[in-house]
């Protein structure tokens, strides 16, 4: 089993930068894909990025594509997510966790969530 620990929010102006940590441990941490979910006030969970373990391939939500840019560090068992071009509408509490199977896009899809972190993103 793999644990799974985010750091790095805050409040940023728009426009702003911001980038998240998501720090694995356990047996299977180095082979796990991980995937970035966020939660705003009030609504439902969301696909945000996710990245392979075996080739490092990523894929992005459409309304982050271009501005977010997630990676990984296997010697640090650690994956990034920088955050760009933020928007007030980025706020929200960003979630890492690992991916089990199915639909990558789905948080259903995935286990081992961290405790969250909390993006504000503000004037």
């Known amino acids: 089993q793999v644990q799974l620990v985010e750091s790095g929010g805050g409040l940023v102006q728009p426009g702003g930068s911001l980038t998240l940590s998501c720090a694995a441990s356990?047996?299977?941490?180095?082979?796990?894909?991980i995937g970035w979910f966020r939660q705003a006030a009030g609504k439902e969970r969301l696909f945000v990025a996710r990245?392979?373990?075996?080739?490092?391939?990523?894929t992005y939500a459409d309304d982050v594509k271009g501005r977010f840019t997630i990676s990984r560090d296997n010697a640090k068992n650690t994956v990034y997510l920088q955050m760009n071009s933020l928007k007030p509408e980025d706020t929200a509490i960003y979630y890492c966790?690992?991916?089990?199977?199915?639909?990558?896009?789905?948080?259903?899809?995935?286990?081992?969530w961290g405790q969250g972190t909390q993006v504000t993103v503000s004037s």
């Open positions: 966790a690992a991916y089990a199977w199915g639909a990558y896009y789905s948080r259903t899809s995935y286990h081992s």
């Open positions: 356990g047996r299977t941490a180095s082979s796990t894909t």
């Open positions: 990245i392979s373990m075996s080739d490092s391939l990523t």
